[in-house]
């Protein structure tokens, strides 16, 4: 969907992005990650020429943007900023229907969407269409601003530290409803973010910038299991645990885990294969009594299992034991 | 209580002439205000996008507003002559600074996220600053606005001072008649129509976006209105230029209209600018003081007052009787400039002093060389006498031959208290003996100190002897304080043209101005 190819941004003489090379696939959710002044932002703002590349090319859609309009480009691609940057001087409605609007909709086609997005965001029309960006929390802009970029609902959407000025819990709760969001499903996602959990849980591939270069590019499984170098390594280190524990599947697990005895009379909790081994150790470790037992669905080649917290974690030991020999 | 019974008083009998210039300096403000926007608004909005310049434009600005604005104006007259075509141009220039420097910080005060927000959404430069710029910098721009409107009805006041019109003409008139009702008419329409444009224009920027449309098509409609009645044709003979305080004082104008029954068509200019503005030839007949330096550089003619409207202002040392009694000696010395000095001569002496920048005390001992009055000096040590002058040319100069002949004939030792502030200072500093001596005119002896009432002033100004008898008697029974024989010439008022356009028409006196208008 989106190809970079030799990327350099220079600023008089500080290379902030130093000859990158990125292939982005369609419906995938790509992560810039990276501490500030990596150059993860100004990849971001190269793709929609926010920012003009010094060397190279892009092309978005199989068309090179040096040869569209700036303003043409920009159109075609949802971008959300922290803050969500909501016009203060416009409504709720107004803000959401700016691009349609430089889009020449006609009027109802852009009443309709307008409210059906905001309605997908989790707000309700008739209540907020003619509210001002005052009057919102800030996880209602965020809302907001999520709703302006996919209103119009362009192919890709270019996000830039789009929860980081919300407090943890709003955004933990936005994060969560933001992963499961249908519109967001089935188009291709650039998200700038400096937080490694954010990173973990969004992203379809990870890419860990520094110094205005690519440190490595792969899965959340990838850059925990497999670091391509020492700064990966020391990157991810404070959080290697909980985040090896994040990326592995249950069903990952299946061949170290010992069949084991089934419980008839405690509490029990089925998840699927998929699920996350970090899910499953955050509902055993509730502190109730009986302690509750994960039940692992089965699959066709593999039976059904109960798991107490030490199954678990023998299991995680023994994966990792395996990966370093 | 008295005051505002005479306030009331004057607002009713002029109420015509109140509205005219009411309008006039609406009219002013929103012409020059409207020019202001359409030419700063673009500018600041132009240094905003090229940030290189907006340290020079602003500058520049800034420094346009520093210019004091009578001097401006002068400035000014060259280019652009007389009347609201220079007033206008002159407030616009002063109401551009606040206009440009607030559009600039509105536009750049907006945060810069938004900007980057609306840009990554597809907008033009164009858009960016029509729908987010402007409408985000709206309240400081229209602070702007206010601003340079409430600055404008100020400084459209001094309009007055270059026949613009406007509420200045009865603020200034009402100064230099020292006629506080005529200050109040002009100086509370005035704050009003500042309180006015400042209201509105606050309205205007709280109505919703809808409704703004008319409100500026009304406005654009409003200005050629406002600007028509500039347009009114004026082709009079001869344009008269009048200072304020000429045009209201009954001896000055008025007196000349009853005497002459002469109908001048007029406007009212500052004093410091009729001279300018009768040379440029922006008006034909100026108003101004008989011995004025001025009169030759711009080389003017004094037309004659044939019929004697003007009071006599006859120019005499005042002297305190208590240091002639001690030293009779004085007497002689005093008296030996009295008569010898007509008003071409001492009008010669001021420009040499004026324009020549020659110093008071070489004129003077060039002069007194001239009439073989002149004696080297005796460096005598006897008591001192003090010499006083009020603070203009003409003061100067006859106190300088005055010490030189002191010096020159008696042994008394002379030193001078010059550039007293005014006739009350340099009387007062007389009667109480902080000077001994100081130049005075009758005129001023017998309107000013002895508050002579109107009626007998008037019979008295008929004649020089018997005014010039008259006040001294007063003076001598009230102060103790004597008036030495007249030095000869009469600084009083006077009408003046060009001297070749008076030629030309054959017009040497008031009565000759008379028949050439009437003809």
Redesign the interface.
């Known amino acids: 969907m989106i190809r970079i190819r030799n990327a350099t941004k220079t600023f008089s003489s500080f290379k902030a992005v130093d000859n990158i090379s990125l292939d982005i696939k369609e419906r995938e959710t790509l992560v810039l990650l990276g501490t500030s002044g990596c150059g993860k932002t100004t990849t971001l703002k190269l793709i ?1 020429r ?1 920012i003009e590349l010094s060397a190279g090319s892009i092309e978005v859609a199989g068309k090179n943007i040096q040869q569209q309009k700036p ?6 691609i949802g ?1 959300v ?3 969500a ?1 909501l ?3 416009y409504t709720v409605k107004e803000n959401i229907a ?2 349609p609007r ?1 889009l020449g909709w006609n009027k109802s086609k852009t009443e309709t969407q307008t409210s059906r997005i905001l309605e997908i965001m989790g707000l309700s029309a008739q209540k907020y269409l003619w509210k001002y960006p005052r009057e919102l929390s800030g996880g209602q802009q965020q809302r907001v601003g999520l709703a ?1 970029a996919l209103v119009t609902d362009p192919p890709v959407v ?1 996000m830039d530290e789009p929860f980081g000025a919300l407090d943890p819990i709003t955004r933990s709760s936005i994060l969560h409803e933001f992963r499961n969001l249908e519109a967001l499903r089935h188009k291709t996602v650039i998200l700038v973010t400096h937080d490694i959990q954010e990173a973990f849980e969004l992203g379809d591939r990870i890419c860990l910038m520094d110094k205005g270069e690519i440190q490595q590019l792969g899965t959340p499984k990838e850059l925990v299991f497999q670091p391509a170098n020492a700064f990966v390594r020391r990157f991810l280190q404070e959080r290697r645990f909980q985040l090896q524990l994040q990326v592995l599947q249950l069903a990952e697990l299946h061949s170290y885990l010992q069949p084991h005895l089934t419980f008839t009379d405690t509490n029990i909790i089925t998840l699927p294969g998929t699920a996350s081994v970090l899910e499953a150790t955050q509902l055993l470790s509730v502190a109730t009594y009986p302690r509750p037992v994960i039940a692992l669905e089965a699959t066709a080649t593999t039976p059904a299992l109960h798991l107490g917290i030490s199954d678990i974690m023998a299991a995680v030991d023994k994966y990792i034991q395996t990966l370093n020999l | 209580m008295n005051d505002l019974a005479a306030f009331v008083d004057f607002v009713r009998l002029q109420s015509g002439k109140l509205l005219e210039q009411t309008l006039e300096h609406i009219g002013l403000t929103i012409i020059s205000l409207s020019l202001s926007i359409v030419i700063g608004l673009p500018l600041g909005l132009l240094i905003t996008r090229y940030k290189r310049g907006s340290g020079t434009v602003l500058g520049i600005a800034g420094i346009l507003q520093t210019i004091p604005s009578i001097a401006l104006l002068g400035f000014l007259i060259p280019f652009l002559g007389i009347g609201p075509k220079p007033a206008i141009f002159a407030l616009f220039l002063y109401s551009l600074l606040p206009i440009i420097r607030n559009t600039y910080t509105g536009v750049m005060q907006v945060d810069p ?2 900007k ?9 430069d164009w ?1 960016l600053l029509t729908r ?1 710029e402007l ?2 910098a709206l309240p400081v721009l229209f602070a702007g606005i206010r601003t340079a409107a409430v600055l404008n009805v100020g400084v459209a006041t001094l309009a007055a001072y270059i026949a613009a019109g406007g509420l200045g003409e009865f603020i200034f008139g009402g100064i230099a008649l020292n006629n506080t009702p005529m200050i109040l008419a002009g100086a509370i329409p005035a704050a009003l129509l500042a309180i006015a444009f400042d209201f509105i224009l606050a309205r205007l920027q709280n109505l919703r976006r809808g409704r703004l449309k008319p409100a500026l098509l009304l406005f654009c409609l409003g200005i050629p209105l406002f600007s028509s009645f500039y347009l009114i044709p004026n082709n009079a003979k001869l344009q008269a230029g009048l200072s304020p305080e000429f045009a209201g004082r009954p001896d000055g104008y008025p007196g000349l209209k009853a005497t002459y029954q002469l109908d001048l068509n007029t406007v009212i200019m500052a004093p410091a600018l009729v001279y300018k503005a009768v040379y440029e030839s922006d008006v034909d007949i100026i108003d101004g003081y008989s011995t004025d330096g001025k009169i030759k550089t711009y080389n003017l003619r004094v037309l004659e007052d044939d019929k004697q409207s003007f009071p006599p202002y006859h120019a005499a040392f005042l002297v305190r009787e208590p240091v002639l009694q001690q030293h009779p000696e004085l007497r002689q010395v005093l008296e030996l400039l009295s008569g010898t000095i007509n008003d071409s001569l001492m009008t010669e002496l001021n420009y040499q002093v004026d324009f020549a920048k020659q110093s008071p005390a070489d004129v003077a001992k060039a002069y007194l060389k001239k009439k073989g009055l002149w004696q080297a000096s005796r460096s005598g040590l006897g008591e001192t006498i003090v010499l006083g002058s009020k603070i203009f040319t003409e003061q100067y100069i006859l106190t300088e031959m005055l010490s030189q002949l002191i010096k020159g004939y008696t042994d008394l030792q002379v030193s001078a208290k010059t550039g007293l502030g005014g006739t009350k200072i340099c009387f007062d500093a007389l009667a109480a003996g902080e000077i001994d001596i100081y130049p005075e005119y009758t005129g001023t002896g017998l309107q000013v100190i002895l508050n002579t009432p109107p009626a007998l002033a008037d019979s008295l100004s008929k004649d020089k002897e018997l005014m010039f008898k008259y006040v001294s008697t007063r003076f001598q029974e009230r102060f103790q304080i004597e008036w030495l024989p007249p030095l000869g010439f009469n600084n009083t008022y006077a009408l003046m043209m060009r001297e070749q356009q008076a030629k030309r028409l054959h017009i040497t006196t008031i009565s000759d101005l008379k028949h050439y208008l009437e003809q």
């Open positions: 929609n926010l303003e043409e480009l920009r159109r075609r971008y900023i922290q803050g940057g016009f203060p001087h700016v691009v430089l302006r270019l | 996220t938004l980057e927000a609306a840009r990554g959404m597809g907008m033009t858009q987010i409408p985000l």
